[in-house]
């Protein structure tokens, strides 16, 4: 059972804005951490953005002010919100419901490429 799938990808211009989603399973949405990485050809894996269960909000400082997570429970959904997008923000980005206290940790999803380019 494929518990966590992004969406919302694609090419978009430096400046330019995208919303990426996340359906996470019902089973585990409401008990977990959820979070936002991106991996950046020949870089490692690193964190965007997490959603505490409290709802409680963390941005890699990389992103603050231009991105925002935010969940719609009844759709069990996490998003992430990318404004004013730069070249630099050229990735993979990937969903995880991470066990609160544990990271890394939980379920992940495949991944969604977003090209910032002109």
């Known amino acids: 059972q494929v518990e966590v799938v992004e969406s919302g990808g694609g090419l978009v211009q430096p400046g330019g804005s995208l919303r990426l989603s996340c359906k996470v399973s019902r089973r585990i949405f409401s008990v977990r951490t959820l979070n936002w990485y991106r991996q950046a050809p020949g870089k490692e894996r690193e964190l965007v953005a997490s959603?505490?269960?409290?709802?409680?909000?963390n941005y890699a400082d990389f992103v603050k002010d231009r991105f925002t997570i935010s969940r719609d429970n009844y759709r069990n959904t996490v998003y992430l919100q990318m404004n004013s997008l730069k070249p630099e923000d050229t990735a993979v980005y990937y969903c995880?419901?991470?066990?609160?206290?544990?990271?890394?940790?939980?379920?992940w999803g495949q991944g969604t490429l977003v090209t910032v380019s002109s």
């Open positions: 995880n419901a991470e066990v609160p206290g544990y990271r890394p940790s939980g379920e």
């Open positions: 959603m505490s269960t409290r709802g409680t909000k």
